[in-house]
Structure formats: structure tokens, C-alpha cells
């Protein structure tokens, strides 16, 4: 099993920037290098939505309409982190973050909350205006 712990959320202005992390631990995060990491974001009263997605060797990644040329994920293997890096904030980017693993192999990026099998705790982000 695989536990995912993100951190890195908190209070910021408008125009400011977070930089959440993803950290992977358990019986079978050495094997964390080999999957697809995704990251959600749910607001109060709404749906959780995509953000982004990062391949197993960051080779590949896919994002959202919404964040696109404003947030970018990355991530390091050897730390078994995942990172997104969120600039130019709006409040409208206001949630609660996920990241996600993706445990299924040789398959495209996915956007899909169905097709992610461990999950984070999530890290508030409030973005005010």
C-alpha cells in the first residue's frame, strides 16, 4: 500500500504563489517511480475536479483549462514527491488539493477521479482576494 501526504497549502493573496508537495510513503512506495501522479482540487459545495497529471518520469504532463500556464507539477523519484507549483493564484483557485496515484501501467495521462487508487489526506489553499 501507498500513502500519499500533501503539504505546502495556506493562506495567500491574490497574484501570490504556493508550492504544494506530495510525499509517497508505505510498504510499496519504492515503486512510486514507475506510476502517474495526479492532482485535484475540490471547493466547498462543488465537485472534485482535475488539475493536473505528471507521467512516471515527468516525461509527460496534462492540465487543466483553468491552470494552464499558471500551475506546474513536477516530480523528483528519488524523494518520491510530486510537487505543483501555483502561481498567479486567483481566488477562484480556492480548495482543498488532492494528489493521486495512478496505479494502472502504460496507460495515458488521465483526468478521470475513478481511474486514481490512493489519494492524499488533501492541503487547504485559500487564495483571497
Known amino acids: 500500500q501507498v500513502q500519499l501526504v500533501e503539504s505546502g497549502g495556506g493562506l495567500v493573496q491574490a497574484g501570490g504563489s504556493l508550492r504544494l508537495s506530495c510525499a509517497a510513503s508505505?510498504?510499496?512506495?519504492?515503486?512510486?517511480?514507475?506510476?502517474?501522479m495526479g492532482w485535484f482540487r475540490q471547493a466547498p459545495g462543488k465537485e472534485r475536479e482535475f488539475v493536473a497529471a505528471?507521467?512516471?518520469?515527468?516525461?509527460?504532463?496534462l492540465y487543466a483549462d483553468s491552470v494552464k500556464g499558471r500551475f506546474t507539477t513536477s516530480r523528483d523519484n528519488g524523494l518520491r514527491t510530486v510537487y505543483l507549483q501555483m502561481n498567479n493564484l486567483k481566488p477562484a483557485d480556492t480548495a482543498v488539493y488532492y494528489c493521486?496515484?495512478?496505479?494502472?501501467?502504460?496507460?495515458?495521462?488521465?483526468?478521470?477521479?475513478?481511474?486514481?487508487?490512493?489519494w492524499g489526506q488533501g492541503t487547504q489553499v485559500t487564495v483571497s482576494s
Open positions: 493521486a496515484l495512478d496505479h494502472r501501467l502504460g496507460r495515458s495521462l488521465s483526468t478521470q477521479l475513478g481511474e486514481y487508487d490512493y
Open positions: 508505505g510498504r510499496t512506495a519504492n515503486t512510486f517511480s514507475i506510476y502517474s
Open positions: 505528471i507521467s512516471w518520469n515527468g516525461g509527460s504532463t
